[in-house]
C-alpha cells in the first residue's frame, strides 16, 4: 500500500522503511494516519543534510540524546497531510544502564542495521519494517506470525521492565485491535506491573502525545475495554495504575439487583458504554462511577458523591486536562438519579435546568449502559427511554436563564437592587417558568416580580 507519504519519501532519494504500528495495521487492513520512517545507512548529520533543502527539519531527542529528526516538508500538498511533521530516524539500538525507562543509552550509527532497531522495541507485532523501494518485510521476531494469531509477544523477556508504560500499551492493544496473551506476555506482566507506580502520570492519563491521550484513555477508547481491563485486574496492572480500585476487586454488592462482584460490573459498564459508542467522558465515568461504593456502604454515605471525590483525585495525579476532569467529576456525582418519580416534560425540564443538554445527555447514555448490566426491573428501562425522549422533545424549552424574557435589568427597572435578592427572584421566575413555559412572557414576568417586591 503505497500511501502520498510514502511515495513523497521515496521522491527524496532515502532508501527508507516505514515502521512499527504503521506496518501492523497495514497487514491487519485497518487504515491509519500515522507513518514512522527508519533511513539506514546514515547518522543524524547525514539525515538532517538529506532533508534540509526540502523542508525544515527539527531534531528529535530521548532523555537528552538524538534519535532521528521530525520533517516539515516544503511542498504544500504533504505538509497539509502531516500538519505535525514526519518522523525520520535512523536505525538505533538501545542498552540498558538501570532499572528505570530513562535508564539506558542510544547506540546509533551508519552500521547499525534494520534489525538492530526493531529489537529495541516493544512487541513482535510493532517490529516490522517495509522497504519502500521493494516491498520487503523485515521481521525477525515473526511478529507477521503474530498478527495472523492475534497474539501479543514481546521482543525481549525484559521488556516491560525497560518500560514498564508498555504493559498499558500492551493491553491498549487487546482494547483496540484484539489481540490475545499467551501465557508467557501475561507473566511478565504480573511479574514487572510494580513498575508502573514509577511512571508519570501524563503517560498514564493525560498524555503527551498529539493526541493529548495517554494509554488508559486509548483503551477504554477500543472495542473490547472488558477484556483488557480484566487483565489488568488479573496481573496487578489495574492497582498500580488506580490504587482506588483495590477496595472493588472482588467487593460484593450482595443485591439480586447486582448479583457480581464490583470490579466486574464496573467492567460491563465500560464494555457497554464502548458498545454504544460513548465519548471518552462517559467512558472514563462508566470506569469511575462506583468507586465509592465501598466506602459508601461502610459510613452509610452517598456512593455518587464519594466517587466524585475520588475520581477527581485519581484524574488529577494521572494529570487529565482540568476541563475533561472536571466533566467526568460532575457525571460520576450525579449519576445515581432515579427514574421512580413521574416522567414528563417538566421532569425533562428540571433534569436540562440542572445539567444542560450536553452533559443530560451523557448522564442518560452512562444510565443505560448501567442499566445494562444490572438485573433491573422492566420499569426501569421504559422511564429511562420516557426520559431521553423528554429530554429531546424539551431541549428548545427555557430552561435556563438566558431563556427568560426577563433579566436582572429588567428587575432592576421595576425597583430590584443587584445583589443577592434579584438573583434569588430570577432563580425563581425561572422555576415558574420551567413548571409552565407559557408564562415566559416578559409581561407576565414583570408582574410576578413586582407582586414578589410588594
Given amino acids: ?96 544502564t538501570g532499572p528505570g525507562h530513562r535508564d539506558f ?98 503517560r498514564i492519563g493525560g498524555g503527551l502525545e498529539a493526541d493529548g491521550m495517554g494509554e488508559l484513555s486509548k483503551l477504554l477508547l477500543g472495542s473490547r475495554p472488558l477484556d483488557a481491563l480484566r487483565i489488568a485486574r488479573d496481573t496487578g496492572a489495574l492497582v498500580e495504575v488506580v490504587p482506588e480500585f483495590a477496595a472493588a476487586i472482588g467487593y460484593e454488592l450482595g443485591t439480586a439487583r447486582q448479583p457480581v462482584p464490583l470490579d ?63 466533566e467526568v467529576v460532575r457525571l460520576v456525582a450525579a449519576h445515581a438519579f432515579w427514574l421512580d418519580g413521574p416522567i414528563d416534560g417538566v421532569f425533562a425540564r428540571r433534569f436540562l435546568a440542572s445539567h444542560g443538554l450536553g452533559r443530560a445527555r451523557d448522564l442518560l447514555l452512562h444510565k443505560r449502559v448501567d442499566l445494562a448490566a444490572k438485573a433491573v426491573e422492566p420499569w426501569e428501562l421504559e422511564h429511562l427511554a420516557l426520559l431521553e425522549r423528554h429530554v429531546e422533545e424539551q431541549r428548545d424549552a427555557p430552561y435556563r436563564l438566558g431563556d427568560l424574557a426577563v433579566d436582572g435589568r429588567d428587575l432592576i427597572e421595576v425597583g430590584y437592587r443587584e445583589g443577592p435578592v434579584l438573583g434569588a427572584e430570577l432563580a425563581r421566575l425561572l422555576d415558574v417558568v420551567i413548571d409552565d413555559p407559557l408564562s415566559n412572557e416578559r409581561d407576565t414576568l414583570l408582574g410576578l416580580a413586582r407582586e414578589a417586591l410588594a
Avoid at 520487503?136 to 508504560?165: A, K, M, N, Y
Wanted: zero cysteines.
Fill in 1 to 96: 500500500m503505497e500511501t502520498a507519504i510514502r511515495r513523497y519519501i521515496r521522491s527524496l532519494g532515502l532508501d527508507a522503511y516505514v515502521v512499527g504500528g504503521a506496518v501492523r495495521d497495514e497487514l491487519l487492513g485497518i487504515k491509519h494516519s500515522d507513518e514512522d520512517f527508519l533511513v539506514p545507512g546514515v547518522d543524524q548529520a547525514a539525515l538532517r543534510s538529506a532533508l534540509e533543502p526540502h523542508g525544515r527539519v527539527e531534531d528529535m531527542e530521548v532523555h537528552g540524546q538524538l534519535v532521528g529528526v521530525r520533517f516539515y516538508p516544503r511542498d504544500r500538498e504533504i505538509r497539509g497531510l502531516v500538519p505535525a511533521g514526519i518522523e525520520l530516524t535512523p536505525p538505533r539500538a538501545e542498552r540498558s
Fill in 105 to 202: 543509552e542510544i547506540v546509533a550509527d551508519r552500521t547499525t542495521s534494520i534489525e538492530d532497531d526493531m529489537a529495541r522495541r516493544d512487541f513482535t507485532v510493532n517490529a516490522i519494517a517495509k522497504r519502500l523501494e521493494t516491498g520487503e518485510i523485515v521481521d525477525p521476531f515473526d511478529g507477521v506470525g503474530d498478527l495472523d494469531r492475534r497474539q501479543l509477544r514481546t521482543v525481549s523477556p525484559l521488556s516491560f521492565r525497560e518500560d514498564p508504560l508498555r504493559i498499558l500499551r500492551g493491553l491498549r492493544l487487546v482494547s483496540q485491535l484484539g489481540f490475545t496473551l499467551p501465557a508467557e506476555t501475561e507473566a511478565q506482566m504480573r511479574a514487572e506491573a510494580g513498575g508502573l507506580r514509577h511512571v508519570s502520570g501524563e
Fill in 264 to 326: 466486574e460490573h464496573v467492567f460491563a459498564v465500560v464494555q457497554n458504554a464502548a458498545d454504544a459508542g460513548a465519548s471518552l467522558p462517559v467512558r472514563l465515568t462508566a470506569l469511575f462511577h462506583d468507586l465509592g461504593k465501598p466506602e459508601a456502604d461502610a459510613d452509610d454515605g452517598d456512593h455518587a458523591q464519594l466517587g466524585a471525590r475520588t475520581t477527581g483525585r485519581i484524574m488529577r495525579r494521572l494529570r487529565y486536562p482540568n476541563t475533561l476532569r472536571q
